[in-house]
């Protein structure tokens, strides 16, 4: 029954992967029989047709080439090297990888895969599976004598397919390995994994120490294609809901996310080179066995600080709220700190877990960005581009600025003007770079590339102590008690993530970094975009976008923020711009209101 139930799976793969026009009427194998695969191509249809680059993948000769012989070799060296590291042991977990090859587009180079229900440590370059990048099979490994078991083509394909097709993947690992295992287990509700401050978190595409890292956990089924089945069905919407369960849809709710845990399973990790899917592999499982050994010794690994667990809140738990009863827990209410205790009169009280902040005007004068961050970026553009030039952040400013600059010719923006190519020389393309610069900086215009840059030159500012972070009295007060009350604080703000950090990390209060859990800028919206808000709050993970508070001291912001349902607050300081009447939100002059 389990055997008629998988073939019955893969005839059913087979079908939604190719076109209805090229249904298999007949197969081929490319040995010396007419074996029949899982699936294939229409009789004397040519690979070469389907790709289009004049080589023909199919042919006798590139499936021997050198390109198709050293990836095999790699799969099966990298297998016996996770055997190792007890991700594929018992036959379990799998690998596949693309066969690179420059004059084929990414999306039709041949895959190849490892086979299922074999020993994982003893497989040889010839027992690989090779696949067009439709999911195809091309060739499959001859059986071997008693007592091995017929061949067959891995059960997570699907799975694999759906990276390949999704994400543009080079390479997708499926481990079984121990920690990714465990660490679904320590909430069984939990619908995310989340993790932050650790230096193995630079490991990750996209993201830095600073970051909060976000995994999302999809339920287990028993066949690991009605994994696959149930994302198939709903890949179109922005939340996937598998059969047996109601749990985010892991591939395009997370669209940051390089890799999904499957709970009491294991993890399928991507990445767009073999080199970047093992490499985060190993970095993941390091993650998640920080985390499970913070856990034995009641340590929290989703905050900064990586405290004692004081509250059920936490990267991989339901949210509870802070100074409340937690019926489900049965678990006494939280302490409240003593600043919350001082000033209950007066409070403004919110039932949230996530706090969101504007820098400008919110928690920072915006004299500070004015009088001191804005002129010391425009006074320093040219110094900054002539020492830094051939550096590699420097040529993607300038890269930005040029695209930028372009596009505000075309649209005749006041103050832009031509920069030359690189060929008129360094000079002549700094000086340009300057002028639009300072007609940007004079605009005050939110746009990615003068805040890349700008963020680039207040690092060297902070970094020689030529600039310290400035806050209201009020600020750092208020983050380290949010914090203490587990509650999770997040920065967005038009300046670059990078600057953010330089702002918040270099203050006369020194790092308040510790009490942060992830930035935001302009990279994920514009700021007076109800959109913009609507990915941070899926980002977040939270049950709803009520569980957010933003703060902030633009009406614009405020109402874009509402229309995405977060709760919101304006913050009114001494020298922000006044409201307008009847603006409908409430408003603060400290943060010790709340």
Same mark, same amino acid.
């Given at each position: 029954?389990?055997?008629?139930?998988?073939?019955?799976?893969?005839?059913?793969?087979?079908?939604?992967?190719?076109?209805?026009?090229?249904?298999?009427?007949?197969?081929?194998?490319?040995?010396?029989?007419?074996?029949?695969?899982?699936?294939?191509?229409?009789?004397?249809?040519?690979?070469?047709?389907?790709?289009?680059?004049?080589?023909?993948?199919?042919?006798?000769?590139?499936?021997?080439?050198?390109?198709?012989?050293?990836?095999?070799?790699?799969?099966?060296?990298?297998?016996?090297?996770?055997?190792?590291?007890?991700?594929?042991?018992?036959?379990?977990?799998?690998?596949?990888?693309?066969?690179?090859?420059?004059?084929?587009?990414?999306?039709?180079?041949?895959?190849?895969?490892?086979?299922?229900?074999?020993?994982?440590?003893?497989?040889?370059?010839?027992?690989?599976?090779?696949?067009?990048?439709?999911?195809?099979?091309?060739?499959?490994?001859?059986?071997?004598?008693?007592?091995?078991?017929?061949?067959?083509?891995?059960?997570?394909?699907?799975?694999?397919?759906?990276?390949?097709?999704?994400?543009?993947?080079?390479?997708?690992?499926?481990?079984?390995?121990?920690?990714?295992?465990?660490?679904?287990?320590?909430?069984?509700?939990?619908?995310?994994?989340?993790?932050?401050?650790?230096?193995?978190?630079?490991?990750?595409?996209?993201?830095?120490?600073?970051?909060?890292?976000?995994?999302?956990?999809?339920?287990?089924?028993?066949?690991?294609?009605?994994?696959?089945?149930?994302?198939?069905?709903?890949?179109?919407?922005?939340?996937?809901?598998?059969?047996?369960?109601?749990?985010?849809?892991?591939?395009?709710?997370?669209?940051?996310?390089?890799?999904?845990?499957?709970?009491?399973?294991?993890?399928?990790?991507?990445?767009?080179?073999?080199?970047?899917?093992?490499?985060?592999?190993?970095?993941?499982?390091?993650?998640?066995?920080?985390?499970?050994?913070?856990?034995?010794?009641?340590?929290?690994?989703?905050?900064?600080?990586?405290?004692?667990?004081?509250?059920?809140?936490?990267?991989?738990?339901?949210?509870?709220?802070?100074?409340?009863?937690?019926?489900?827990?049965?678990?006494?209410?939280?302490?409240?700190?003593?600043?919350?205790?001082?000033?209950?009169?007066?409070?403004?009280?919110?039932?949230?877990?996530?706090?969101?902040?504007?820098?400008?005007?919110?928690?920072?004068?915006?004299?500070?960005?004015?009088?001191?961050?804005?002129?010391?970026?425009?006074?320093?553009?040219?110094?900054?581009?002539?020492?830094?030039?051939?550096?590699?952040?420097?040529?993607?400013?300038?890269?930005?600025?040029?695209?930028?600059?372009?596009?505000?010719?075309?649209?005749?923006?006041?103050?832009?003007?031509?920069?030359?190519?690189?060929?008129?020389?360094?000079?002549?393309?700094?000086?340009?770079?300057?002028?639009?610069?300072?007609?940007?900086?004079?605009?005050?215009?939110?746009?990615?590339?003068?805040?890349?840059?700008?963020?680039?030159?207040?690092?060297?500012?902070?970094?020689?102590?030529?600039?310290?972070?400035? *806050?209201?009295? $009020? !600020?750092?007060?208020?983050?380290?008690?949010?914090? =203490?009350? #587990?509650? +999770?604080?997040? &920065?967005?703000?038009?300046?670059?993530?990078?600057?953010?950090?330089?702002?918040?990390?270099?203050?006369?209060?020194?790092?308040?970094?510790?009490?942060?859990?992830?930035?935001?800028?302009?990279?994920?919206?514009?700021?007076?975009?109800?959109?913009?808000?609507?990915?941070?709050?899926?980002?977040?993970?939270?049950?709803?976008?009520?569980?957010?508070? *933003?703060?902030? $001291? !633009?009406?614009?912001?405020?109402?874009?923020?509402? =229309?995405? #349902?977060? +709760?919101?607050? &304006?913050?009114?300081?001494?020298?922000?711009?006044?409201?307008?009447?009847?603006?409908?939100?409430?408003?603060?002059?400290?943060?010790?209101?709340?």
């Amino acid at each position: 029954e389990i055997n008629a139930h998988r073939q019955k799976s893969n005839s059913l793969f087979a079908a939604a992967f190719l076109p209805a026009s090229r249904t298999p009427l007949s197969r081929f194998y490319l040995r010396t029989t007419n074996a029949i695969p899982h699936c294939g191509v229409a009789k004397g249809e040519s690979m070469a047709a389907v790709n289009g680059s004049g080589v023909s993948l199919a042919s006798q000769a590139y499936m021997e080439g050198n390109a198709v012989k050293e990836t095999r070799a790699l799969v099966a060296d990298l297998c016996r090297q996770f055997y190792s590291l007890g991700w594929v042991s018992g036959t379990g977990g799998s690998i596949t990888i693309k066969v690179h090859d420059d004059c084929i587009p990414k999306p039709q180079q041949l895959i190849l895969m490892s086979p299922s229900g074999v020993q994982k440590e003893r497989m040889e370059a010839e027992d690989m599976y090779v696949m067009s990048g439709n999911g195809s099979i091309l060739y499959a490994p001859s059986p071997k004598p008693y007592p091995h078991k017929p061949p067959k083509c891995s059960d997570c394909a699907p799975l694999f397919m759906k990276a390949y097709e999704m994400r543009d993947a080079g390479a997708v690992i499926h481990s079984h390995g121990m920690e990714s295992c465990l660490v679904t287990m320590l909430n069984p509700s939990a619908k995310e994994f989340r993790i932050t401050h650790m230096e193995m978190i630079k490991g990750i595409k996209g993201h830095g120490y600073y970051d909060e890292l976000v995994v999302p956990i999809i339920e287990n089924t028993a066949y690991e294609n009605e994994l696959t089945e149930s994302l198939t069905k709903a890949v179109n919407i922005c939340y996937l809901q598998f059969s047996y369960s109601t749990l985010l849809l892991p591939i395009e709710a997370y669209p940051k996310t390089t890799a999904v845990l499957v709970r009491n399973h294991g993890i399928y990790v991507w990445g767009d080179t073999w080199i970047s899917a093992k490499t985060q592999s190993e970095c993941y499982h390091y993650l998640f066995d920080a985390a499970i050994k913070l856990h034995q010794m009641g340590l929290d690994w989703s905050t900064p600080s990586h405290g004692p667990i004081q509250q059920a809140r936490g990267a991989i738990s339901a949210p509870v709220k802070a100074g409340l009863k937690d019926s489900s827990h049965n678990s006494e209410p939280f302490p409240v700190s003593s600043f919350v205790h001082d000033r209950v009169s007066s409070s403004i009280y919110f039932d949230m877990c996530c706090i969101l902040l504007d820098i400008e005007g919110t928690t920072t004068p915006i004299t500070f960005v004015a009088d001191v961050l804005f002129p010391y970026a425009r006074d320093n553009v040219g110094k900054h581009l002539s020492a830094t030039y051939e550096t590699e952040d420097t040529q993607e400013d300038i890269k930005l600025l040029r695209s930028q600059v372009e596009d505000d010719l075309a649209h005749g923006i006041d103050g832009a003007v031509p920069i030359p190519p690189d060929g008129a020389g360094k000079d002549a393309v700094i000086a340009a770079l300057v002028a639009n610069v300072e007609a940007m900086i004079r605009a005050d215009r939110k746009i990615t590339a003068l805040k890349q840059l700008q963020g680039h030159i207040w690092r060297t500012g902070f970094q020689n102590n030529e600039l310290k972070g400035e *806050f209201y009295n $009020d !600020v750092p007060e208020a983050l380290q008690s949010w914090h =203490a009350l #587990g509650i +999770k604080l997040y &920065i967005y703000s038009s300046g670059s993530r990078l600057a953010q950090r330089l702002v918040f990390g270099n203050t006369k209060s020194g790092d308040l970094r510790k009490y942060l859990s992830g930035f935001f800028d302009t990279n994920i919206g514009n700021k007076r975009e109800t959109s913009s808000y609507v990915q941070i709050s899926e980002s977040l993970g939270v049950d709803s976008p009520s569980e957010i508070l *933003f703060l902030t $001291d !633009v009406v614009q912001e405020a109402v874009a923020a509402k =229309a995405a #349902g977060l +709760k919101v607050m &304006i913050s009114v300081r001494p020298g922000n711009a006044p409201l307008p009447e009847n603006h409908g939100f409430k408003t603060i002059n400290s943060f010790l209101e709340i």
